[in-house]
């Protein structure tokens, strides 16, 4: 197994050079090179890489790697002063993606929570795709790439609430207030884990690991960081991509 994992980064990369490449003398984005490069060779197109386990695992640490590797560029103080951004312009997008569902849905027959649970699959957006391409076009510090950031982190943070709901709409026995109480709690939690993640545990330990001047320590650290933050984020139902991010 091992060895077919190794092939199939092999492939992978390969394809990936190739595309990109071509992309580049084309002037197209890398990122919708990378998504051709799937396309191509996934399960659905040429079957060069066939087992879907193998997929999905590549695919969650691209993900997690490209958020972890935008989310070093973006600081938190860059995040507060587009918290309006979020809840204002996130909030119509995933409302009006809802209010837009149930309109269409009721067209089709479709009763409200069926039509309610269909807007919320709407609403979400591809961070990882928004994120690059900003990062490498626009800018996370351009008027344009904060608006376009802050919709596109918006939705993923409507996903714990989402995953509060969904049990309502299907007519599942849920305790509601119960419920409530854990999903406050989660978010208490990740506020504070950053605040004192950034305020008093990080700076002093990537301080003291830069001390020593080794290149692959520091690293092994970084990455440990970016392992640990996820981790931690996929236990309480955040997304990984948003957990990269965060790390």
Request: aromatic share 10%; charged share 10%; glycine share 8%.
């Amino acid at each position: 197994m091992e060895h077919l994992l190794l092939r199939d980064f092999l492939i992978i990369i390969g394809t990936s050079i190739f595309v990109v490449f071509l992309f580049h003398k084309l002037k197209l984005p890398s990122i919708v090179g990378f998504l051709l490069t799937g396309m191509l060779i996934g399960p659905f197109g040429l079957k060069l890489i066939s087992d879907l386990s193998h997929v999905q695992l590549i695919a969650e640490v691209g993900v997690i790697l490209i958020l972890f590797s935008v989310g070093i560029e973006f600081s938190l103080t860059k995040l507060f002063s587009i918290k309006r951004n979020v809840f204002v312009g996130g909030g119509l997008q995933v409302g009006l993606a809802i209010a837009l569902s149930v309109l269409l849905s009721s067209f089709l027959n479709f009763d409200l929570n069926q039509s309610i649970f269909i807007g919320f699959l709407i609403a979400q957006t591809s961070t990882v795709l928004v994120m690059k391409i900003i990062s490498n076009r626009l800018g996370t510090d351009s008027p344009a790439g904060r608006i376009s950031l802050s919709i596109s982190i918006f939705p993923d943070l409507a996903i714990l609430p989402m995953f509060l709901l969904i049990p309502l709409l299907v007519g599942g026995d849920v305790n509601f207030e119960e419920e409530i109480i854990i999903l406050l709690g989660k978010t208490l939690f990740i506020v504070g884990f950053i605040f004192v993640s950034v305020k008093y545990i990080m700076p002093n330990l990537i301080f003291q690991i830069a001390k020593t001047r080794i290149k692959e320590l520091f690293i092994l650290v970084v990455l440990s960081i970016c392992i640990i933050t996820v981790w931690i984020s996929s236990l309480i139902g955040i997304s990984l991509a948003l957990g990269g991010f965060i790390a």
